[in-house]
């Protein structure tokens, strides 16, 4: 007996064998690498569900593995039909997907020490990881450690560069078929600056224990303070 | 230069997706220029005609003709389910269409003639 769990596909919810719902979720996934026009991927989401129902599976029913093969050929790999192939309109290589090149507030998860905000926030001042680093132990300081309450604050806040399109925007740059098939071919799958990687690693490295370290005194800082200020308050009384 | 050895007929699928670009698009075209259609019905339409895409291929090029304004989508109630989305041919579509028809015309007059 396989393992069956559940999966929602266009809001329909059904039974799924565990592996063929990684598969599904693994080609859903390709697909919003190349777009992040969310309406492409719920139109395809909702004609996979169309797709299910004539091979009679409905609502919670179960899909297998072998379903999920064959939706995949009927459907087609998303590197196929997302990139130019057959549909080309317009210029050829700059096929916009998104239309704006306007640079975007990212949380960094490929350049992340802690949960990329830092990253994020340099790539958006076009400045190297290193000065939002140095700048927020600083502040870190300067602040009595509130600095880290902001951090986790934006940490929520700020969503991650997921797809290959917000990476694109978070350096800044537009969101085109010709840039997105540079991004995955590049084998680390993240747009490095220049410059030395190790000593920029070793660097970031140290920064990144300073700031744990530091935030770690901050906070623990704040607390005696506060718990100072409790227990002062309460002989007060 | 040849990379790696074709054999006729993945060298002719090359050829034939070079005469495809554009082609489909023009295709679709056709498909919404009458009632608005339901986009899974675009593509029975296009798979009875036996134009041989994956389906997939569908998505991004309405979402291309849309923005570029040559269709339009309206959402209509469905009997089973939730509304769908349906697409119909622009004013901007249709001047579109009759110019590529007329380069179609074109192109099929070379082939005669040749």
Known sequence: ?237 | MMQQELTSEEYAEQVAVQLRKGFLAYCVLRVCSGLPVYTSDIIKRLSEAELVVVEGTIYPLLSRLQKDGLLAHEWQESEQGPPRKYYRITDFGIQVMSHVTKKIDTLNATLKKL
């Open chain 1, 1 to 237: 007996m396989k393992e069956i769990t559940r999966i929602h596909i266009a809001k329909v919810a059904y039974d799924v064998e565990l592996a063929a719902k990684k598969d599904l979720e693994a080609y859903l996934k390709t697909l919003e690498e190349y777009s992040n026009d969310t309406e492409i991927i719920e139109d395809i989401e909702i004609r996979i569900t169309e797709i299910l129902a004539e091979r009679s599976i409905k609502k919670d029913d179960v899909i297998t593995e072998v379903d999920v093969v064959a939706l995949k050929r009927q459907l087609g790999e998303p590197r196929e039909f997302m990139t130019d192939g057959d549909i080309v309109v317009g210029s050829e290589d700059e096929t916009m997907i998104t239309s704006n090149s306007v640079r975007k507030l990212y949380r960094n998860t490929d350049n992340a020490l802690v949960g990329g905000v830092l990253s994020g926030m340099a790539s958006f001042f076009k400045i190297d990881a290193v000065w939002t680093r140095l700048a927020f132990i600083v502040l870190l300081f300067a602040s009595f450690g509130v600095a880290i309450l902001v951090y986790i604050v934006l940490w929520i806040a700020v969503p991650p560069a997921r797809t290959a399109a917000d990476k694109l925007q978070m350096v800044g740059r537009a969101v085109t078929v010709g840039s997105i098939r540079e991004l995955n071919e590049n084998e680390a799958g993240r747009l490095t600056p220049r410059g030395d990687v190790a000593t920029r690693r070793a660097l970031a490295i140290v920064a990144g224990i300073i700031c744990i370290i530091g935030a770690t005194g901050a906070a623990m800082a704040t607390a005696v303070m506060l718990i100072a200020v409790i227990f002062g308050s309460q002989h007060t009384i």
